[in-house]
């Protein structure tokens, strides 16, 4: 799977999923200080699933109509344990779901998912 990890996922969560042979590239290495628009506009380029913790990507994706057919992964979790959230992220990213194309959003104990949109025709 190929991913754009915004600079707010846990470096355990980069190298867990680079070790199971994913293409990961982290913005915290590579994008440090980027605005959310260019991260956004970065994932579409190469076709990456993007995964946050930043609510802002909802908004850019649905109401400023900024289309991908990439696929966004919204992480909310608590907080209050990141080996545990880690642990979470991992699990849920291990499942076999198809991201692309969608808005995901996985909490602690539910995945959610909606089309994103192919055109701001379609917000």
Same mark, same amino acid.
């Given at each position: 799977m190929r991913y754009?990890?915004?600079?707010n996922m846990? +470096?355990?969560?980069?190298?867990? &999923? *680079?070790?199971?042979?994913?293409?990961v590239l982290w913005a915290a290495e590579s994008m440090r200080g980027e605005s959310d628009v260019a991260i956004l506009s970065q994932a579409k380029a190469d076709a990456r699933i993007l995964l946050t913790c930043d609510k802002d990507f909802g908004?850019?994706?649905?109401?400023?109509g900024l289309p991908t057919t990439s +696929?966004?992964?919204?992480?909310? &979790? *608590?907080?209050?344990?990141?080996a545990r959230d880690a642990t979470r992220m991992i699990a849920?990213?291990?499942e076999p779901r198809s991201w692309a194309g969608h808005f995901s959003v996985i909490d602690e104990d539910r995945i959610r998912m909606r089309p994103l949109p192919t055109s701001p025709a379609d917000l």
């Amino acid at each position: 799977m190929r991913y754009l990890a915004n600079e707010n996922m846990p +470096g355990s969560v980069v190298r867990m &999923l *680079r070790s199971q042979g994913n293409d990961v590239l982290w913005a915290a290495e590579s994008m440090r200080g980027e605005s959310d628009v260019a991260i956004l506009s970065q994932a579409k380029a190469d076709a990456r699933i993007l995964l946050t913790c930043d609510k802002d990507f909802g908004e850019l994706v649905y109401r400023s109509g900024l289309p991908t057919t990439s +696929g966004v992964i919204l992480f909310r &979790l *608590r907080g209050d344990s990141p080996a545990r959230d880690a642990t979470r992220m991992i699990a849920a990213l291990c499942e076999p779901r198809s991201w692309a194309g969608h808005f995901s959003v996985i909490d602690e104990d539910r995945i959610r998912m909606r089309p994103l949109p192919t055109s701001p025709a379609d917000l």
